[in-house]
């Protein structure tokens, strides 16, 4: 199993422009999240699901869009990109059909706003 | 509001001394307890997790925590530290009704000095 895989590693964009950042898990995992990470922060959820077709705004869900058409996939979406969304972004899943609970994470997206 | 916290932004250990990283949590109801730990450039790993049962967990690498009710705390342990532990280290919390969420501390820098 790959795990939790994001695309791309790096990326750097203009004020305005837009990009998404994908993420895609092999776990059959049900919950998707994503969160950003600021310098000496903990993590920020964005926006999470359940499973697909279905999603919820998280904590920080402003200038951001996701959908989730496959188990499997849970691309984020930066619209009119901005200083204040230079972070780094993370994906994580979870299976709550298991006892496990823990979050697998991607190794994330770095993404700087200029 | 529910909180998490790590009231040290960095911890300095020398190495084989045992090493304690701090975290205290404001959540009510019976929360579950994770710790994660961070290496540069790379996403979270999970390292271990109380839900219920005996306060001491143990976990990945030799690291172990224990769960106090009383004090809403929920340190991470490790006996005889290594230059490898040297990461950032993450306290989440669960609360109960959720749906899976978690709430992140602000994390600790962990250094161990040869």
């Known amino acids: 199993n790959a795990g939790v895989t994001q695309t791309p590693k790096f990326r750097i964009l203009k004020i305005g422009q837009s990009m998404t950042l994908q993420c895609t898990q092999d776990m059959n995992h049900n919950y998707m999240y994503w969160y950003r990470q600021d310098p000496g922060m903990g993590l920020k959820l964005i926006y999470y699901s359940v499973g697909a077709g279905i999603t919820d705004k998280g904590e920080v869900p402003n200038g951001y869009n996701v959908s989730r058409s496959t188990t499997e996939d849970f691309p984020l979406r930066l619209e009119l990109a901005a200083p204040s969304q230079t972070s780094v972004y993370f994906c994580a899943s979870t299976d709550s059909g298991r006892a496990s609970h823990e979050q697998y994470f991607g190794p994330g997206t770095r993404l700087t706003v200029t | 509001a529910q909180s998490v916290a790590q009231p040290e932004d960095q911890v300095n250990v020398a190495e084989g001394n045992p090493l304690t990283v701090k975290c205290t949590y404001s959540?009510?109801?019976?929360?579950?307890l994770f710790w994660y730990v961070q290496y540069p450039n790379r996403g979270l790993q999970f390292l271990l997790k109380?839900?219920?049962?005996d306060n001491l967990v143990k976990g990945s690498y030799g690291f172990e925590a224990e769960f106090n009710k009383s004090q809403t705390s929920f340190h991470l342990k490790k006996p005889s530290a290594l230059v490898s532990d040297s990461a950032l280290y993450f306290c989440a919390v669960r609360p109960p009704d959720s749906n899976y969420q978690l709430i992140w501390g602000a994390g600790t820098k962990l250094i161990i000095k040869p």
């Open positions: 959540v009510s109801g019976n929360p579950y």
């Open positions: 109380y839900i219920t049962g």
